[in-house]
């Protein structure tokens, strides 16, 4: 069955580092766009971060630009995401999304609703 599982939160002092992982398996983990999403309570999922898995092209909301990096292992099916000068703001809970086969993120998924398959979250907590 489709798996997404998310590992690496914890709690991190302001400016610290995180990597986040999230090892897939059920489905067809190539072409496609896969996605790094956050909520807090009450909130609707943010989109922070955006990778094709077919061709590495990656984006970003303006809120962790030049912060946080996607990435993908794609011999172990596994998309990750560096967070680096973690900031109060970040903390959150994190979870990883695949788009639709053949999705590119630039032009086919728009938001949460688009996303097939999520993970189950893993916590990001900075103190300040």
């Known amino acids: 069955q489709v798996q997404l599982v998310e590992s690496g939160g914890g709690s991190v002092q302001a400016g610290g580092s995180l990597r986040l992982s999230c090892a897939t398996s059920g489905f067809q983990y190539r072409n496609r766009c896969m996605a790094w999403f956050r909520q807090d309570p009450g909130k609707e999922r943010e989109g922070v971060a955006y990778?094709?898995?077919?061709?590495?092209?990656?984006y970003y909301s303006d809120s962790v630009k030049g912060r946080f990096t996607a990435s993908t292992d794609n011999a172990k099916e596994t998309a990750f995401l560096q967070m680096n000068d973690l900031k109060p703001e970040d903390t959150s809970m994190y979870y990883c999304a695949a788009g639709p086969i053949y999705s590119k993120c630039h032009t086919d998924v728009n938001g949460y609703r688009d996303f097939a398959y999520w993970g189950q979250g893993t916590q990001v907590t900075v103190s300040s």
């Open positions: 990778i094709d898995i077919s061709g590495d092209t990656t």
